[in-house]
């Protein structure tokens, strides 16, 4: 089992910067890929960012060059460093990691961009 715990969540002024930090315990040696997910209002859940165990990133289109993903393994930890944000960026946003095919999600923290 893997527990995964968000923070770092707010209000922020369009144009301004959030970074959400996803800490994992458990059976975190297990842990392959991590991630960041979002769910606005009426969609569907998305992907935004993901990184696997090595370092390799990937992005949706609408985060590209605003958006970094990085990850701590010493810290178990999991980081989304947003910038440039914008009011269509407000959603719940899951932390996702993947460990032996099953994924684990967070709770979710809400981060909500005023123009």
């Known amino acids: 089992q893997v527990q995964l715990v968000e923070s770092g969540g707010g209000l922020v002024q369009a144009g301004g910067s959030l970074r959400l930090s996803c800490a994992a315990s458990g059976s975190i040696f297990s842990i392959n890929d991590m991630g960041w997910y979002r769910q606005a209002p009426g969609k569907q859940r998305e992907l935004v960012a993901a990184i696997t165990s090595g370092g390799r990133t990937n992005y949706a289109d609408s985060v590209k060059g605003r958006f970094t993903i990085s990850r701590d393994n010493a810290k178990n930890t999991v980081y989304l460093q947003m910038n440039s944000l914008k009011p269509e960026d407000t959603a719940v946003y899951y932390c996702?990691?993947?460990?032996?095919?099953?994924?684990?999600w967070g709770k979710g923290t809400l981060v909500t961009v005023s123009s």
């Open positions: 996702n990691a993947v460990s032996r095919t099953v994924n684990y």
